[in-house]
């Protein structure tokens, strides 16, 4: 995502069948720590981990899409080889109009599009450039429109028509209220032809960082910092969002509550404390059990639980624990990986080609540009067949996910 913007107006107060069945766990664990019930099929503890803290396993394990569709099996073969992998980046286009750059990465059908620089734009102008957006985009396959619609100082899209989401350290504190709330946002957003909010935030802040932890903390971004209200929270979110018609994204897997800096501005992010074990991981469980069909991928590195690799090019974190511990069958996707500073060294088509072998299925770029480098990149290493059929259920995982949201038609 891009860097958070100062906030500029006090916020308002909130008003008083998924991609399935991923973790069960016992409620027991967390029990008696306070946190109310809510009306999402909430998880309250994760399941219970082997005694490894990382797992052993150095290659992906991803494991196949749940069985394709005949809709999406017939998208899928109809798509020439530079289609399909232009469904696996996602671009930004500016929420208030559409840039030459955006003009020129969306004549290449990307899969999707996240809006940006929205804060003064209303919502008849946002439902005119997204309606533009697709019409070239989209034009074949349509394209997943994308936001950051948190809350607080981290809301793209707040003029007119757009309510002013209070920050998630707020709409933490009544989970109970907070699913019907988030249905609200997100019918907004469905209104203007948003189809997945980059949100709700499950990291948990380590209490003994609170404002020093600059992504999350600094910011207010975090439902708490006690797994046990924010799990329910993150379930409640979900399920606001999805009874909208919106898909959520549980964000920035596998936790950024734990670090000091900032991967979108700061280099060499290192969670020292994160394992595959983390209790925090709780309130990611939370939210796949509540059907959250997106998953963004931190740009950190976290030692304890793959020593060698950022979080987004680890098999060991998106294959072994994401998929296999927490039985997550959605789509991964990237955090903004245009700008980011944690990944300056890295090359563009790389960026993308590196999380793709690594498990992942979907590149998320501000920078419109960036399209044609990645997909060059893609179609260069699929000429390695484990690589295209790795690069291959990605763009089935992308195509199933966009029949989900009732965008795919055949």
Same mark, same amino acid.
């Given at each position: 995502?891009? /860097?958070?913007?100062?906030?500029?107006?006090?916020?308002?107060?909130?008003?008083?069948?998924?991609?399935?069945?991923?973790?069960?766990?016992?409620? !027991? &664990?967390?029990?008696?720590?306070?946190?109310?019930?809510?009306?999402?099929?909430?998880? %309250?503890?994760?399941?219970?981990?082997?005694?490894?803290?990382?797992?052993?396993?150095?290659? /992906?394990?991803?494991?196949?899409?749940?069985?394709?569709?005949?809709?999406?099996?017939?998208?899928?073969?109809?798509?020439?080889?530079?289609?399909?992998?232009?469904?696996?980046?996602?671009?930004?286009?500016?929420? !208030?109009?559409?840039?030459?750059?955006? =003009?020129?990465?969306?004549? +290449?059908?990307?899969?999707?599009?996240?809006? %940006?620089? !929205?804060?003064?734009?209303?919502?008849?102008?946002?439902?005119?450039?997204? %309606?533009?957006?697709?019409?070239? $985009?989209?034009?074949?396959?349509?394209?997943?429109?994308?936001?950051?619609?948190?809350?607080?100082?981290?809301?793209?899209?707040?003029? /007119?028509?757009? %309510? =002013? #989401?209070?920050?998630?350290?707020?709409?933490?504190?009544?989970?109970?209220? &907070?699913?019907?709330?988030? =249905?609200?946002?997100? +019918?907004?957003?469905?209104?203007?032809?948003?189809?997945?909010?980059?949100?709700?935030?499950?990291?948990?802040?380590?209490?003994?960082?609170?404002?020093?932890?600059?992504?999350?903390?600094?910011?207010?971004?975090?439902?708490?910092?006690?797994?046990?209200?924010?799990?329910?929270?993150?379930?409640?979110?979900?399920?606001?969002? =999805?009874?909208?018609?919106?898909?959520?994204?549980?964000?920035?897997?596998?936790? &950024?509550?734990?670090?000091?800096?900032?991967?979108?501005?700061?280099?060499?992010?290192?969670?020292?404390?994160?394992?595959?074990?983390?209790?925090?991981?709780?309130?990611?469980?939370?939210?796949?059990?509540? !059907?959250?069909?997106?998953?963004?991928?931190?740009?950190?590195?976290?030692?304890? #639980?793959?020593?060698?690799?950022?979080?987004?090019?680890?098999?060991?974190?998106?294959?072994?624990?994401?998929?296999?511990?927490?039985?997550?069958?959605?789509?991964?996707?990237?955090?903004?990986? $245009?700008?980011? +500073?944690?990944?300056?060294?890295?090359?563009?088509?790389?960026?993308?080609?590196?999380?793709?072998?690594? $498990?992942?299925?979907?590149? &998320?770029?501000?920078?419109?540009?960036?399209?044609?480098?990645?997909?060059?990149? #893609?179609?260069?290493?699929?000429?390695?067949?484990?690589?295209?059929?790795?690069?291959?259920?990605?763009?089935?995982?992308?195509?199933?996910? +966009?029949?989900?949201?009732?965008?795919?038609?055949?």
């Amino acid at each position: 995502m891009t /860097p958070p913007r100062p906030d500029r107006r006090p916020s308002r107060s909130a008003s008083p069948a998924h991609l399935a069945g991923a973790v069960l766990v016992a409620a !027991g &664990l967390v029990a008696g720590c306070g946190a109310g019930s809510t009306p999402a099929p909430a998880v %309250t503890a994760a399941p219970a981990p082997p005694s490894s803290s990382a797992p052993a396993a150095t290659t /992906p394990t991803t494991p196949a899409p749940p069985g394709s569709s005949a809709c999406v099996t017939a998208t899928y073969d109809r798509l020439t080889p530079a289609q399909r992998w232009t469904q696996l980046v996602v671009v930004g286009v500016g929420a !208030g109009g559409v840039s030459p750059a955006a =003009r020129a990465a969306l004549a +290449k059908e990307p899969g999707g599009v996240i809006l %940006t620089d !929205g804060d003064t734009a209303s919502s008849d102008a946002v439902t005119k450039v997204v %309606t533009s957006a697709q019409a070239t $985009g989209g034009a074949d396959v349509p394209m997943l429109v994308t936001a950051d619609q948190e809350g607080g100082q981290v809301q793209e899209l707040e003029g /007119p028509g757009f %309510t =002013r #989401i209070p920050a998630a350290t707020a709409q933490g504190r009544d989970p109970d209220a &907070l699913r019907g709330d988030a =249905r609200t946002w997100g +019918k907004e957003l469905r209104d203007v032809g948003v189809t997945a909010d980059l949100a709700p935030v499950a990291d948990v802040v380590d209490p003994a960082l609170g404002t020093a932890n600059a992504p999350v903390g600094k910011f207010g971004r975090q439902f708490g910092t006690d797994v046990g209200a924010v799990a329910p929270a993150v379930g409640a979110f979900v399920g606001g969002l =999805r009874d909208a018609g919106v898909a959520p994204t549980l964000k920035h897997f596998p936790g &950024l509550g734990e670090v000091r800096q900032n991967t979108d501005v700061a280099a060499d992010v290192v969670d020292t404390q994160t394992s595959a074990d983390s209790p925090s991981l709780r309130s990611f469980a939370a939210g796949i059990e509540a !059907g959250a069909p997106l998953v963004m991928v931190s740009s950190a590195r976290y030692p304890k #639980i793959d020593p060698d690799h950022e979080a987004l090019f680890s098999s060991r974190i998106l294959g072994d624990l994401l998929r296999g511990r927490l039985g997550f069958t959605g789509v991964v996707m990237t955090d903004d990986v $245009g700008v980011a +500073k944690a990944l300056a060294d890295v090359p563009v088509g790389a960026r993308a080609t590196r999380f793709l072998a690594a $498990g992942g299925d979907l590149v &998320l770029t501000v920078a419109p540009q960036n399209l044609g480098p990645m997909v060059d990149a #893609i179609t260069a290493a699929a000429r390695e067949p484990a690589f295209a059929a790795r690069a291959q259920d990605a763009v089935r995982r992308v195509l199933a996910l +966009k029949e989900q949201q009732g965008i795919l038609h055949c």
